[in-house]
């Protein structure tokens, strides 16, 4: 006998609306339905009255935990159709940045996972250390969220040598407090009895589901946009792209720990070896006709902005495909099979970030209700209309 | 865990008791901005440039005076940048409260120059 | 004769009466915010009264203030008795534990037996409040209370038959004496004590055993349609199980009070307050666990451990 749960839009373990409607018999989920759609702002609309310089700012406010992602993927398409080369300091400027948001979004994560499992201290103690890195992150840009310092062309700030000295003393510490968590979460009791074995995605299932980002890593998939495609200054930066082989939420964890240390390497490595010169270069207003794709690694997994332009200062079509968007088919399949109370980790395992994902959302104005398009009422509606425009 | 938990209890808590407690913002902090409005010529390049349509320019020339709407604005500090007589400053303040919509707009007016016959 | 009548009334409302044991649940609902905000490295409640001694009856007063809604799908009789009969339930038994010297204001021959029985009484009114609220989250919630009890019911009820099988008598009071005449059953039961401590927080519905009432997966659990005085009278009750957990250790393991009778209470409050920080620092030590995982453990572990201190018992002959 099947029970139906509603979770969410509201409710205690989502920062953002989501709903999924879940089929429970016992303690078993045996089928899940997710509705997306609540955080539907408009952006790609409001795009297409703005121009190219505005917009930055515009695709930093898509989500606010990797906003510097979103900007950099940006930018980089615009300077694609430019045909513009961006100075060197400024792509190292770049990539310690990039790579310090991502140490911020994996401490945020790991303290929401484990208020999922009911691990108030752990959920304090790294939400206390991840205040280290976002001072870091103030003293640079002046902000502590939507840094706005990518700009088409480069970076509007720079980074100076008293900076440079207070930045290795805070990685210092960062990397200590990473060492002592990766002894809890790999010694606790309680947190191993939840999350070791739960919501399982075999590597043939990621690979057929196209998952992205840490999710596909902990299942043995190496796939990293930037080893697989470098872009900024990581082509000339060693690094590891770490992989674990569990396929369950202990590995997701242990992934995105490893890759806190990783990224102090990176920073590490550009600070000491960052080249001299301009950190921007003028770019002109108008883009030349084109289209262009960019795809950078966001702290979530693969980001990718499609740009179209025309020739004018404002853009034509401007297409985002966040991360969570790409997991979301694979979380439907992680759980499945799942027991009532591993559901908040195992969403929380993915790290959701429902403001990057969006769907259209039909009104009907005249009767004021308000219908979500599936595939099939889309590949219908394509049908029906093409049929009577061809007359068939 | 448990080492942690009992040095934890030795330590001084983390938590700035706001308002009593403050911390101080630091060197480029991204906050309201302000016009040093005799030196302004009227380009309408800060009106051009601002992604959320913040400043309004009343008048032409020499004798422009700007309406800002601090609720627009993201601070994002681009008219500062793009300011070709360094009009605009950044101030350092960023608790900003209001009690009304109309507040929100600042109005930087020029000393009106009394004729002289 | 008239003065024998005002004794007992002051000694029944007063000290260790009704005014006390209010003024301990609040204070120990303080302590343990307080224990639990410093492990965290912060505060915990600051502002209200000095240092925020007055903060959980603020919250108290607070609530009392709230609107009281009713679901329209619930039982109305078990639903608005509910939040009475289980403050009525969890003060009823502190009067059979000793404060001043070792005889309690209550006690007969037999009342830990009723103090166990009131205790599944509490346990089972979770399950009739969580069924009675008829909302989907509730019903879950009370299921797993009525589940846990299966957990720790069994290994909790010997872990207190152990003291009173040593001590030869089924009265809080005599147990009490009898420690005082040797040494206490912390050193000769020691099993016995862990156990009582680990069912005691599977009881009082505290990480990591607070599955009934888990926050982020079920909102709450079996008290999520409770509102307004309802919920004032139920954290209230909470409350009060927390001090008769602790009250019991104290009496059961801890030897209980000590002395002549204007020492007694202090040392009486010094030993409950170490069981509140031993309560608390657990539960700030541990991940939620689920409730397979604390049925099978339970049944493997707690139980043979409990019958083991049992047979020790037995054997050694104290």
């Known amino acids: 006998m099947t029970f139906e749960i509603p979770f969410g839009p509201q409710h205690p373990a989502l920062e953002e609306p989501i709903n999924f409607m879940f089929e429970i018999e016992g303690e078993r989920v045996v089928n899940v339905k997710p509705r997306l759609g609540y955080v539907h702002r408009g952006i790609e609309k409001i795009a297409e009255s703005r121009n190219y310089q505005q917009l930055v700012y515009l695709s930093e406010r898509i989500c606010g935990i990797c906003s510097f992602a979103h900007t950099l993927c940006y930018s980089q398409a615009v300077e694609e159709l430019l045909g513009l080369e961006v100075p060197e300091r400024a792509k190292f400027i770049r990539t310690i940045l990039a790579e310090m948001e991502r140490i911020q979004n994996h401490y945020l994560w790991l303290g929401l996972t484990a208020k999922e499992m009911g691990f108030e201290t752990l959920f304090m103690y790294a939400w206390r250390d991840r205040e280290t890195i976002i001072e870091m992150l103030d003293m640079i840009s002046g902000k502590r969220v939507n840094y706005g310092v990518n700009t088409i062309g480069g970076v509007r700030r720079d980074i100076t040598e008293s900076m440079t000295e207070r930045i290795e003393k805070s990685l210092d510490h960062l990397e200590a407090r990473a060492e002592y968590y990766t002894k809890v979460c790999t010694k606790d009791p309680s947190i191993l009895k939840r999350t070791v074995g739960v919501g399982i ?49 202990a590995s997701r964890m242990y992934v995105r720990i490893d890759e806190i240390k990783e990224s102090i390497k990176i920073i590490r490595y550009a600070l000491k070896n960052m080249p001299e010169g301009p950190v921007r270069v003028k770019a002109s207003l108008k883009v030349p006709e084109g289209e262009a794709i960019s795809r950078v690694e966001a702290p979530r997994g693969e980001n990718l902005h499609f740009l179209k332009s025309n020739g004018s200062v404002k853009p034509e079509r401007w297409k985002i495909r966040a991360p969570t968007l790409a997991n979301l088919l694979s979380l439907c399949r992680m759980l499945i099979g799942v027991n009532l109370a591993d559901i908040p980790v195992v969403i929380a395992g993915i790290d959701p970030c ?5 769907r259209i959302a039909l009104i009907d104005v005249k009767t004021r209700k308000r219908e979500v398009w599936s595939g099939k009422d889309l590949w219908r509606y394509a049908n029906e209309w093409y049929r009577k425009k061809y007359g068939l | 865990m448990e080492d942690d938990l009992f040095r934890n209890l030795k330590e001084k808590p983390v938590t700035l008791q706001f308002p009593y407690e403050r911390v101080e913002p630091v060197e480029g902090v991204r906050a309201k901005v302000a016009w040093d409005i005799e030196k302004c010529i009227g380009c309408r390049l800060c009106v051009m440039i601002c992604p959320g349509d913040a400043i309004q320019l009343i008048g032409r020339g020499r004798e422009a005076e700007i309406k800002y709407h601090v609720g627009r604005c993201l601070f994002c500090g681009e008219c500062v940048d793009v300011c070709p007589t360094k009009t605009i400053y950044v101030t350092k303040e960023f608790e900003l409260v209001f009690t009304n919509r109309r507040g929100m707009i600042i109005h930087f007016r020029r000393k009106k120059r009394k004729k002289t016959s | 004769m008239v003065s024998e009548e005002i004794w007992a009334l002051i000694q029944i409302f007063l000290f260790p009466g009704f005014l006390f044991l209010f003024s301990l649940a609040f204070f120990t609902e303080w302590l343990d915010r307080k224990i639990v905000a410093k492990f965290q490295n912060r505060y915990g409640p600051l502002y209200v009264g000095p240092k925020g001694v007055l903060q959980p009856i603020a919250d108290f ?23 009475v009969l289980l403050l009525a339930l969890a003060i009823t038994p502190l009067f059979c534990i000793p404060v001043i010297g070792s005889e309690a204001l209550i006690s007969f021959e037999g009342d830990l037996i009723v103090i166990m029985f009131i205790m599944s009484l509490i346990a089972l009114l979770a399950f009739v409040g969580g069924w009675a609220s008829t909302s989907r989250f509730s019903s879950i919630g ?6 846990q009890m299966f957990a720790y019911e069994i290994p909790m009820n010997l872990a207190m038959i152990g003291p009173a099988i040593s001590a030869g008598s089924l009265s809080i009071s005599k147990i009490v004496d009898w420690q005082l005449q040797g040494f206490w059953n912390l050193f000769l039961q020691p099993i016995g004590f862990v156990v009582l401590i680990i069912c005691l927080m599977a009881h009082l519905q505290k990480v990591p055993f607070d599955i009934p009432e888990a926050e982020s997966e079920i909102v709450s659990g079996w008290i999520v349609e409770f509102s307004g005085k309802k919920l004032a009278f139920i954290r209230l009750a909470k409350d009060f199980e927390f001090v ?23 040392i009486y409050l010094v030993k409950f307050f170490l069981c509140v ?20 453990g339970a049944w493997k572990y707690l139980t043979p451990l409990a019958l083991l201190q049992i047979f020790l018992i037995k054997i050694w002959g104290f």
């Open chain 1, 201 to 249: 995605l075999r590597p043939r299932e990621a690979r057929a589901l196209c998952a992205v980002g840490p999710t596909a890593r902990a299942s043995g998939i190496a796939r990293d946009v930037r080893a697989d495609e470098p872009y900024a200054a990581y082509g000339e930066i060693p690094f590891k792209v770490v992989t674990y082989r569990g396929c369950d939420v």
């Open chain 1, 354 to 358: 429902i403001a990057c994902a969006e």
């Open chain 3, 61 to 83: 007063i607070k609530l009392l203030s709230k609107e009281d809604i009713t679901p329209s799908m619930a039982d109305k009789v078990p639903f608005n008795l509910m939040p």
């Open chain 3, 142 to 147: 009370g299921i797993r209370a009525g589940l």
């Open chain 3, 244 to 266: 008769l957990a602790s009250a019991l250790i104290v009496s059961l393991f801890l030897g209980g009070p000590y002395g002549p009778w204007y020492i007694s209470p202090i």
């Open chain 3, 277 to 296: 920080f031993i309560l608390s620092n657990l539960r700030a030590a541990f991940a939620r666990y689920r409730i397979d995982h604390l049925l099978t």
